[in-house]
Protein backbone atom coordinates (compact mmCIF):
# COMPACT_ATOMS: atom_id res chain seq x y z
CA UNK A 1 0.00 0.00 0.00
CA UNK A 2 1.28 3.19 -0.94
CA UNK A 3 0.84 6.16 1.88
CA UNK A 4 2.59 9.46 1.63
CA UNK A 5 2.65 11.50 5.38
CA UNK A 6 2.81 15.03 5.66
CA UNK A 7 3.69 16.73 8.85
CA UNK A 8 4.67 20.53 9.91
CA UNK A 9 1.83 22.56 8.39
CA UNK A 10 0.21 25.87 10.80
CA UNK A 11 -0.24 28.91 11.33
CA UNK A 12 2.50 31.68 10.49
CA UNK A 13 2.60 34.98 10.86
CA UNK A 14 3.70 36.88 7.65
CA UNK A 15 7.63 36.87 6.79
CA UNK A 16 8.46 33.58 8.77
CA UNK A 17 9.28 29.62 8.16
CA UNK A 18 7.63 26.42 8.28
CA UNK A 19 8.98 23.41 7.24
CA UNK A 20 6.95 20.88 5.89
CA UNK A 21 7.89 17.09 5.33
CA UNK A 22 6.62 13.99 3.63
CA UNK A 23 7.06 10.55 4.51
CA UNK A 24 6.93 7.99 1.80
CA UNK A 25 6.53 3.85 1.84
CA UNK A 26 5.23 1.31 -0.35
CA UNK A 27 6.90 2.75 -3.65
CA UNK A 28 10.64 2.65 -4.90
CA UNK A 29 11.20 5.78 -3.74
CA UNK A 30 14.70 6.66 -5.41
CA UNK A 31 13.29 5.97 -8.74
CA UNK A 32 10.63 8.89 -8.34
CA UNK A 33 10.31 12.10 -8.41
CA UNK A 34 8.94 13.89 -5.16
CA UNK A 35 7.27 17.06 -5.31
CA UNK A 36 4.90 19.66 -3.01
CA UNK A 37 1.79 21.20 -4.61
CA UNK A 38 -0.64 23.75 -3.27
CA UNK A 39 -4.51 24.49 -3.38
CA UNK A 40 -5.99 27.50 -2.35
CA UNK A 41 -9.74 27.80 -1.68
CA UNK A 42 -11.26 28.20 -4.81
CA UNK A 43 -7.82 27.64 -7.16
CA UNK A 44 -6.93 25.31 -9.24
CA UNK A 45 -3.83 23.15 -7.62
CA UNK A 46 -0.46 24.27 -8.69
CA UNK A 47 3.07 22.75 -8.38
CA UNK A 48 5.48 24.50 -5.48
CA UNK A 49 8.61 22.37 -5.86
CA UNK A 50 9.56 19.29 -7.11
CA UNK A 51 12.85 17.11 -6.46
CA UNK A 52 13.89 14.70 -9.20
CA UNK A 53 15.11 11.08 -8.42
CA UNK A 54 18.42 12.41 -9.25
CA UNK A 55 18.45 15.79 -7.35
CA UNK A 56 17.74 18.73 -9.79
CA UNK A 57 15.03 20.68 -8.88
CA UNK A 58 12.40 23.06 -10.09
CA UNK A 59 10.40 26.02 -8.82
CA UNK A 60 7.50 27.80 -8.98
CA UNK A 61 7.84 31.22 -9.90
CA UNK A 62 6.22 32.17 -7.16
CA UNK A 63 7.93 30.61 -4.18
CA UNK A 64 11.52 30.40 -6.40
CA UNK A 65 14.18 32.00 -3.97
CA UNK A 66 11.89 31.62 -0.75
CA UNK A 67 11.68 27.80 -0.50
CA UNK A 68 13.36 25.36 -1.04
CA UNK A 69 12.95 21.44 -1.07
CA UNK A 70 15.29 18.54 -0.11
CA UNK A 71 14.88 14.65 -0.25
CA UNK A 72 16.44 11.74 1.90
CA UNK A 73 17.10 8.81 0.17
CA UNK A 74 17.96 6.71 2.88
CA UNK A 75 14.91 8.25 5.14
CA UNK A 76 12.20 7.98 1.80
CA UNK A 77 11.48 11.57 2.90
CA UNK A 78 10.86 15.17 1.06
CA UNK A 79 11.07 18.15 2.57
CA UNK A 80 10.02 21.75 1.84
CA UNK A 81 11.68 24.92 3.72
CA UNK A 82 9.46 27.49 3.59
CA UNK A 83 10.93 31.15 4.35
CA UNK A 84 9.74 34.80 4.19
CA UNK A 85 5.81 33.39 3.82
CA UNK A 86 3.37 35.79 2.78
CA UNK A 87 -0.71 35.54 2.63
CA UNK A 88 -0.72 34.50 -0.82
CA UNK A 89 1.16 31.04 0.24
CA UNK A 90 -1.87 30.26 2.32
CA UNK A 91 -3.19 27.08 0.85
CA UNK A 92 -3.26 23.29 1.13
CA UNK A 93 -0.12 21.73 0.86
CA UNK A 94 0.57 18.28 -0.52
CA UNK A 95 3.50 16.05 -1.13
CA UNK A 96 3.31 14.29 -4.12
CA UNK A 97 5.00 11.27 -6.30
CA UNK A 98 5.91 10.64 -9.72
CA UNK A 99 8.04 8.88 -11.55
CA UNK A 100 8.09 11.65 -15.05
CA UNK A 101 9.95 14.57 -13.93
CA UNK A 102 8.06 16.50 -16.39
CA UNK A 103 4.42 15.11 -15.71
CA UNK A 104 5.04 16.40 -12.55
CA UNK A 105 6.30 19.52 -13.18
CA UNK A 106 2.67 20.18 -15.04
CA UNK A 107 1.30 19.37 -12.04
CA UNK A 108 0.44 15.62 -12.56
CA UNK A 109 0.80 12.77 -10.37
CA UNK A 110 0.85 9.59 -9.80
CA UNK A 111 0.36 9.61 -5.77
CA UNK A 112 -0.07 12.20 -3.57
CA UNK A 113 -0.91 12.72 0.56
CA UNK A 114 -3.44 13.63 2.07
CA UNK A 115 -2.73 17.53 2.76
CA UNK A 116 -1.51 19.99 5.68
CA UNK A 117 -2.77 23.08 5.36
CA UNK A 118 -0.60 26.50 6.09
CA UNK A 119 -2.05 29.64 7.27
CA UNK A 120 -0.01 32.85 6.80
CA UNK A 121 -1.60 35.82 8.64
CA UNK A 122 -0.64 39.47 7.53
Known amino acids: QVQLVESGGGLVQAGGSLRLSCATS????????MGWLRQGLGKEHELVAL???????YYGDSVRGRFTISRDNEKRTHDLQMTSLKPEDTAEYFC????????????????RGQGTWVNVSS
Open 51 to 57: VTADNKT
Open 26 to 33: GIGFRRYA
Open 96 to 111: AAEYNDYALQKGKYTY
